[in-house]
């Protein structure tokens, strides 16, 4: 972490992928090339367009690519509206990174691994799904449980093409939400789809989503045999300095942005029911 | 006063007594036990009518006690289709003239009166129909028009430049009852919580001074609970006494609905040009 | 060591101060710490001031940094961190007890460079509180009206100040005031009578058994917050007046020439505090009031090894213009402990 955590860095949009009509995909660089910081997959990052607001993000590219850092962005509101906007060559400030990432190094680590995402959620999965195929060695199967309202609306979807369905040891489980010309694959919500894929309840679970396919999901996990103690998932609020001071992210005494964004269900479950 | 017609009514907005003297606050109560918390008296300043807003879709009827100057804001809360009569039982309580703890509140000083404007019930006593006021209710207004334009300028920038725009002005006045508040757009520069320029807090209160002319019922309760101490009913007074002098006497929240000075065009209506004639500029 | 000085020399004092001195001063009835300059009106009887001193540490709005964009570039210039030494003269025991709660936040790792900067350079000298209020409970959460813990600790008795300095900084200050050495013994006579006069307050001791982190879902989930919340107006006097609550948000502005990027005041109370683009997880006042609360009684205990972040000024008790504040909250939601 930066010495003087309010103060950003300045970083350079070097280049700006569509993913779908409302997610692009931003890589950053530091002014004189290589990576901003170093982070952990799961990790996030404030980042601002100065005179238009600093938010959030989470890191989507994993710490294996010595590069640059990725940042897959849904527009939903005025800053993203704005980042949308930009071209490369487009200066940004960012700050980071920030708060606990999910434990590949310990508690995943030789474990089978299941990711579960819905839409935008792959985001933060995706920097641990390719951290984990980096380090294949240190991890048992994978299967990745991905689903989105349309074919369009997979996030990055020649990735998941042309390199996870290919690897071994790798199974990609997608589906879209109502049938679609072109699309022969599942239809159906995620939830119900986790379910029928009645996967063993071992090794560990990664989920990201909208709350509410969190919710359902963790309802298919419990009914498969799941034990909350098996289950990570990321948390996103409201957020202004990213260091535990502002305030405003916390669920009962802990912070997201410090104490999250990953947590174990078992422990948020003894938090208060407000996120 | 103890009054709990269970079965007739679902709930009791009414006071709670706090732990010191004068602390009440208002509360709602929702069962017979409940009330045994319920008071009345001298520190019962809140207007209830307000909540009667929050109120007014719940399930059964409400029962809510009001003082004489409350039952106008109600009334004008009927008015505009905030309240619907049928879901209120309304107390209409006597009132000597109210307290906190540094005495009588400003807004009784002034009373306009100890009539009830809307009521199912009475509880009172000859003393509580006695006059509270103590002075003119227009007398802060006069003395400000009596000074130069520059000086009521000076006035309320410093009076305004009080303001942390906390907004319980706006979040307790009755006649601000918009689903969302033109100020409350983050959009917007205006929902500032820093002063960036100090202009902000003054437009912020003028607007919202413009926006309750003819509805304002003269309550007092945004300068009773402004915490930085702005005379803010200074505003609203002047309205209603330009309003007075221009269109013939009027009191917002008084008798069936009727047209208003302010929705109401006559051939006799006063021109543009009386800002400069009455401006004393 | 002790010394003496009348209590009209209080102001020839502070006007004799070579450094910055914030004091208690009184404009338009009401009281606030502010950079004294000649002509003000010092309040140092006042308990307590309506705003309290956490403005000189953590202002209501400070510049952070300044943005120059142009095209797609962007520059950024840091704003200078506090570089002068000052004085606070005035301080309560509460409003010190505050300080340390805001210790707790803005100096845990990472540090708050804009903060630190301030504490850095900073002498107290406190003033023991020889006529707490009605409103005042500051011994319930480890403040001592009697003993304030700063640099300087000023004892008013009679018509003079007894001036105790607790630190080599304070040493060096009071040195500068070319004083009469006293004795000790009207400053132990005041101590006593202070400590008598506390014990007579209506709110000197609460109960606060139950009020930490082994209960904080029963005290969250408790259904008296619909109750206590009902006349909640949302302005959020009480964050504002609050000598601990820290909340903020960082902004932008646009000077026309640049960015400035501050930093200004937050209230949990108000109904944008945690909205985002797809909405929020206290929608209603209830939700917001049961935040600031169970922040200050069970969640900042629950991170600190005990310590609350109420301390008992009453500034909630005089401020809230619906008389909601956190005594009738320990008070309803103690007794569900007794029971």
Request: proline share 5%; glycine share 8%.
């Amino acid at each position: 972490m930066m010495k003087e955590p309010l103060v950003p860095m300045i970083g350079i949009v070097t280049d700006v992928r569509v993913d779908t009509p409302d997610v692009k995909t931003f890589r950053v660089n530091a002014p004189g090339g290589g990576k901003c910081f170093e982070h952990m997959p799961g990790q996030c990052a404030m980042l601002s367009i100065p005179g238009v607001g600093e938010a959030m993000f989470s890191i989507t590219s994993s710490p294996t690519n010595e590069e640059y850092q990725e940042f897959s962005i849904k527009k939903c509101g005025c800053l993203t509206s704005w980042l949308h906007q930009m071209e490369p060559g487009q200066m940004v400030t960012i700050r980071g990174p920030y708060g606990n990432p999910f434990p590949v190094e310990t508690e995943l680590k030789g474990q089978d691994l299941i990711f579960i995402a819905g839409g935008i959620g792959l985001a933060p999965l995706r920097s641990v799904i390719n951290y984990v195929r980096a380090h294949r060695e240190n991890y048992g199967k994978v299967d990745i449980v991905y689903g989105s309202r349309s074919k369009d609306d997979l996030v990055d979807y020649p990735e998941i093409e042309n390199e996870w369905c290919k690897e071994a040891g790798i199974n990609v489980h997608l589906t879209i939400d109502r049938p679609q010309e072109g699309w022969d694959g599942h239809v159906g919500f995620v939830p119900n789809y986790v379910t029928e894929l009645g996967f063993d309840p071992q090794g560990k679970v990664l989920v990201c989503g909208p709350p509410i396919m969190i919710k359902f999901v963790l309802q298919a996990l419990d009914g498969l045999g799941f034990d909350r103690t098996q289950v990570f998932t990321t948390m996103e609020l409201r957020m202004k300095c990213g260091i535990g001071k502002c305030g405003r992210c916390n669920i009962g005494n802990k912070y997201v942005c410090k104490d999250g964004p990953v947590f174990r269900f078992d422990k948020l479950g003894e938090l208060p029911d407000e996120y | 006063m103890q009054l709990m017609n269970e079965g007739t009514v679902a709930r009791v907005v009414g006071w709670e007594k706090g732990e010191g003297e004068c602390d009440w606050t208002p509360a709602l109560f929702e069962s017979v036990q409940e009330m045994d918390g319920f008071v009345y008296g001298d520190y019962a300043g809140a207007n209830l009518s307000k909540y009667c807003v929050k109120m007014n879709k719940a399930e059964g009827k409400t029962l809510v006690v009001l003082k004489p100057c409350d039952t106008l804001s109600f009334r004008q809360l009927i008015h505009e289709h905030r309240l619907n009569r049928d879901n209120f039982y309304l107390i209409g309580a006597g009132c000597k003239g109210m307290k906190d703890e540094s005495g009588l509140l400003l807004k009784c000083k002034t009373c306009k009166g100890k009539d009830f404007e809307i009521f199912d019930e009475i509880i009172d006593d000859e003393e509580s129909k006695q006059p509270t006021a103590i002075m003119d209710r227009m007398e802060g207004v006069t003395a400000l028009e009596n000074e130069t334009a520059q000086e009521r300028f000076d006035f309320w920038r410093n009076e305004l430049s009080r303001c942390i725009r906390c907004n319980a002005c706006r979040n307790v006045c009755p006649a601000c009852t918009c689903e969302k508040c033109v100020f409350d757009n983050p959009a917007s520069s205006v929902a500032s919580k820093a002063p960036v320029t100090d202009f902000e807090e003054n437009v912020f209160h003028i607007i919202r001074a413009f926006h309750v002319a003819g509805r304002c019922t003269d309550c007092g309760e945004c300068s009773r609970v402004c915490p930085q101490h702005i005379p803010l009913h200074l505003l609203n007074r002047k309205f209603i006494k330009d309003m007075n002098e221009l269109y013939g006497e009027y009191q917002a929240g008084v008798g069936e609905e009727e047209r208003t000075p302010m929705t109401t065009y006559t051939k006799t209506d006063a021109e543009p040009s009386i800002v400069r004639e009455r401006g004393n500029a | 060591m002790t010394y003496q000085f009348p209590k009209a020399n209080a102001e020839a004092i502070v006007k004799g101060i070579s450094r910055a001195v914030y004091a208690p001063v009184e404009k338009d009835g009401l009281t606030s710490f502010e950079r004294y300059e000649a002509g003000m009106n010092l309040a140092l009887d006042t308990i307590p001031t309506d705003k309290s001193m956490k403005d000189v540490f953590f202002p209501q709005w400070e510049n952070l940094m300044h943005f120059r964009v142009e095209g797609k570039t962007i520059e950024l210039t840091e704003e200078e961190r506090c570089h002068q030494d000052f004085v606070i003269f005035g301080a309560r025991a509460c409003d010190i007890q505050a300080v340390k709660v805001l210790d707790k936040v803005f100096l845990a790792d990472p540090v708050d460079s804009y903060y630190a900067s301030r504490r850095e350079h900073c002498t107290l000298v406190a003033l023991a509180c020889d006529k707490p209020e009605d409103s005042c409970f500051c011994k319930n959460f480890g403040a001592d009206p009697a003993s304030p813990d700063a640099d300087v600790t000023l004892y008013p008795v009679g018509d003079d100040y007894y001036v105790q300095t607790n630190t080599e900084k304070g040493e060096a200050l009071v040195k500068e005031w070319n004083l009469d050495k006293a004795e000790e013994g009207p400053v132990e006579w005041l101590k006593g009578e202070i400590g008598k006069k506390y014990e007579e307050l209506p709110f000197a001791h609460l109960n606060l058994k139950g009020f930490d982190g082994e209960h904080l879902k029963e005290k969250f989930d408790s259904p008296k917050w619909k109750k206590l919340s009902m006349a909640c107006l949302g302005c959020g006097s009480c964050t504002f007046a609050c000598p601990t609550c820290q909340c903020y948000d960082i902004r932008d502005y646009d000077t026309g020439n640049g960015v400035q990027r501050y930093r200004c005041w937050d209230s949990c109370m108000y109904s944008d505090f945690t909205l985002m683009a797809a909405g929020t997880p206290r929608p209603h006042q209830l939700e917001r009031y049961r935040q600031r609360f169970m922040h200050k009684l069970v969640y900042f205990p629950a991170n600190n090894d005990g310590m609350y972040s109420c301390v008992g000024c009453g500034r909630c008790i005089k401020k809230c213009p619906m008389h909601l504040h956190i005594v009738k909250v320990i008070k309803a939601l103690g007794e569900e402990e007794s029971k």
